[in-house]
């Protein structure tokens, strides 16, 4: 399926606050995203990847965006691709650091709320990823 099927996107302001909705695909655990080499850890060829497939809905989604510098608030919402048990804490840092990569935001640093929930089970699996920028 290509990247731009995931994605749907809005960009709001709720509330007096400016948000965005994007639609990513599922990601790759923490411990498939990051690999340890002799000289430190590296980003895995799956995490390359699944930045390559985050920036390309970033690229088509937010043309006009500038990156947010003040504190955010971010919530996901995981669908599984399957019934299988999984920690939705491993996702994570896939999708933060991925967004970071492409500049949506300038560091995870900036979020003082992060939410992640369970939602339904649905081939392949995605994540909606709600950020809002405090006023």
Request: some cysteine; charged content about 25%.
């Amino acid at each position: 399926m290509s990247t731009s099927s995931y994605s749907r996107m809005g960009k709001a302001n709720i509330n007096g606050q400016d948000c965005c909705r994007l639609t990513l695909p599922y990601p790759p655990t923490v411990n498939h995203y990051w690999r340890k080499h002799q000289d430190g850890m590296h980003v895995s060829a799956k995490g390359k990847a699944y930045r390559g497939n985050v920036e390309a809905v970033v690229f088509d989604e937010l043309r006009g965006w500038e990156t947010l510098k003040r504190r955010l608030r971010v919530q996901i919402t995981v669908t599984m691709p399957d019934r299988r048990q999984r920690d939705l804490d491993n996702l994570l840092k896939a999708i933060l650091d991925s967004l970071e990569h492409c500049r949506v935001f300038e560091n995870d640093s900036q979020i003082d709320y992060l939410s992640i929930e369970r939602g339904a089970v649905e081939k392949p699996g995605h994540v909606v990823v709600v950020i809002t920028q405090d006023p």
